[in-house]
């Protein structure tokens, strides 16, 4: 055995850095970005202007805290179509209760994301205990929840304009600027959690916990890794997170619309796998979530400064999603014949 | 009085629903010696084995370890009592790294609980000595992906964990599985270099020619309980154990 050992063989040391760049999941994401940033600042230079960078990101930020924890969830192997009635659900829940004078807005706040909790807690108990498919699951999550937002409001919004002197939505979305750019507190949020997740991933115990969840999960299960609780603390994750995505946004644009993120679980899911998480788990990169994140945002805000219909949107988003999983399937061959 | 032997299983039954799977199974393990347990499909030793690894919970009957009897109800229990299990699909995981899947469950971290912060260093530090030792240390570090492992390599690494650990019983199942002749000898060796430090195995494998070479002890199984449990090498030739494992040996 010892001598069939798999020796790497010998490359001169800077082809094996491009080896290694290139090998990364992140390295693909990494490249498109780039060239979009600078075709699109090319052919219409106020792509890149501190105004636009500006709105952009502000936009970004609310679909990427979901797409953080949907990438901790796909690790071990789950998703949750769910988040987009979460996301339109929990600002509905908190401005109901502090409008109808009810309780105060923080307080309302914690409500609303204890009661999104539940939610995923429900998901992951019937993913774990009843081995009914997340697709599933969560599918008939999103009407029971988005059917909930509808029926507790008549389909009507709420409305958030007291909100403004209030320390919390402050908090949530004030703003500042730094030189010409005007930075909102979602973006540290955003920041600040995605740091965090990364650092969870793959530096924690939990972290191994959750790859080794979605890599292989009766090894892990032998192991002794408690799978199903691992499984069932990242669905509550996945609703607390889109429950808190949901109240940023409905605070900026000053509505709590029951119909608000519909559709942004697919999105969400684009975004992950975009940057290189693997749809069937085992392996996930938040440094490729939020290369995703930025490349579909990016891409709609680019293709109408440089005169594209808007409407074509989705031709570009379907290309690149069909794309990149072409170039992380040649990778993950690379990767499981060992060159 | 003599020590009392490693692992005792007195009148194990186990029913999955109306199935009577385990039948009255009594079965002693002692310590330092390989034992093979044989038996056709659908025979019981993937319920027996996976009752011995906590994984599934038994119907009645009491399981000892060094004589005091012990409750079952989770792997984690069963790796408590120093018993490791290397199922053969299911040891390792792919995508992660030799020395994370060696500390797998029972990860070195600095820090409180489940938040702690991974200790990649000493990990990966043991992990290349324990390579090393197990004699596959050849120019791959403790970082590779076990997925990038030929078969052997994987099973030698799971060989090297359940020492480590200082398992006093490990139960392999189906080592020898798809890996060609070389690598096959090569686990056979680990599994006697396992025993020479004092650990006792369980050793299943459909092919007799591997169980023989390696083996103290041969404990066969049919319809769901123990039909002989001292067969040897010495004694008795591969044609004998096949029929018992057939019943063929009950016809003449």
New interface residues.
């Given amino acids: 055995?010892?001598?069939?050992?798999?020796?790497?063989t010998e490359h001169p040391p800077a082809l094996g850095i491009v080896r290694f760049l290139i090998a990364k999941p992140e390295f693909g994401p990494l490249v498109l970005l780039v060239l979009m940033i600078v075709v699109f600042t090319s052919i219409n230079p106020a792509f890149a202007s501190l105004n636009n960078i500006g709105n952009a990101l502000t936009f970004t930020v609310e679909l990427g805290l979901i797409a953080l924890s949907m990438t901790l969830l796909m690790t071990a192997g789950e998703f949750d179509l769910s988040v987009g009635s979460v996301f339109g659900f929990s600002p509905v829940i908190m401005w109901t209760f502090f409008n109808a004078g009810f309780l105060p807005l923080p307080a309302a706040f914690i409500v609303a994301l204890l009661i999104a909790v539940c939610i995923g807690l429900v998901s992951g108990l019937f993913v774990t205990r009843l081995g009914i498919p997340s697709f599933l699951v969560t599918l008939g999550m999103l009407l029971v929840v988005r059917g909930s937002a509808l029926w507790l409001t008549d389909g009507f919004p709420q409305r958030t304009w007291d909100a403004h002197d209030q320390w919390l939505s402050q908090v949530l979305v004030g703003d500042f600027y730094i030189g010409g750019l005007r930075i909102y507190m979602s973006l540290i949020w955003f920041i600040l959690l995605a740091s965090l997740s990364h650092y969870f991933l793959t530096?924690?115990?939990?972290?191994?916990?959750i790859?080794?969840t979605g890599?292989?999960p009766?090894?892990?299960?032998?192991?002794?890794?408690p799978t199903q609780r691992v499984k069932v603390t990242l669905f509550m994750m996945s609703a607390a997170m889109a429950a808190f995505a949901g109240i940023i946004s409905s605070i900026r644009v000053s509505a709590a619309n029951p119909n608000s993120g519909a559709g942004y679980e697919l999105e969400v899911i684009a975004m992950v796998v975009i940057g290189g998480t693997v749809l069937t788990g085992?392996?996930g990169t938040i440094a490729g979530t939020v290369l995703g994140v930025l490349i579909l945002r990016l891409m709609r805000n680019g293709i109408v400064l440089i005169g594209v219909p808007g409407l074509a949107y989705n031709i570009f988003i379907g290309a690149i999603i069909l794309g990149m999983m072409a170039l992380h399937a040649g990778l993950e061959r690379r990767?499981?014949?060992?060159t | 009085m003599t020590e009392a032997p490693l692992v005792e299983m007195h009148h194990i039954e186990k029913y999955y629903g109306r199935v009577h799977a385990l039948r009255d199974v009594n079965l002693t393990i002692r310590k330092g010696e390989i034992v093979g347990l044989l038996g056709d499909n659908g025979a019981g030793k993937s319920t027996l084995i996976k009752v011995l690894?906590g994984?599934v919970p038994y119907t009645s009957g009491e399981i000892r370890i060094k004589g005091k009897p012990i409750v079952m109800t989770?792997?984690?229990d069963a790796?408590d009592a120093g018993i490791e299990?290397i199922?053969q699909?299911?040891?390792?995981?792919?995508?992660?790294s030799i020395a994370?899947n060696l500390f797998?469950?029972?990860?070195l971290?600095t820090g409180p609980?489940?938040?702690?912060?991974?200790d990649?260093d000493r990990m990966n530090a043991v992990a290349a000595d324990l390579l090393r030792r197990v004699?596959?240390s050849?120019?791959?570090p403790p970082t590779t992906?076990i997925?990038?492992?030929?078969g052997?390599?994987r099973q030698?690494v799971a060989i090297a964990r359940a020492m480590y650990f200082d398992s006093d019983l490990i139960i392999l199942d189906e080592p020898t599985n798809n890996l060609g002749v070389?690598?096959t000898q090569?686990v056979l060796r680990f599994v006697r270099e396992a025993r020479d430090t004092g650990h006792s195995c369980i050793f299943i494998a459909h092919n007799i020619h591997h169980v023989f070479q390696v083996v103290d002890r041969m404990v066969v199984m049919r319809r769901g309980t123990v039909v002989a449990d001292d067969l040897r090498p010495a004694t008795s030739s591969i044609q004998d154990v096949e029929d018992v494992i057939t019943g063929e040996h009950l016809a003449l």
């Fill in positions: 055995m010892t001598e069939q050992g798999t020796t790497p530096r924690t115990r939990f972290g191994n916990w790859q080794a890599g292989n009766s090894a892990a299960r032998n192991r002794g890794v085992g392996r990767h499981n014949t060992g | 690894s994984a989770s792997t984690n790796i299990t199922y699909d299911s040891a390792l995981v792919p995508m992660l994370r797998l469950g029972r990860e971290t609980g489940f938040m702690g912060r991974l990649q004699g596959i050849k120019n791959i992906p997925g990038s492992l030929s052997g390599e030698a070389a690598e090569g």
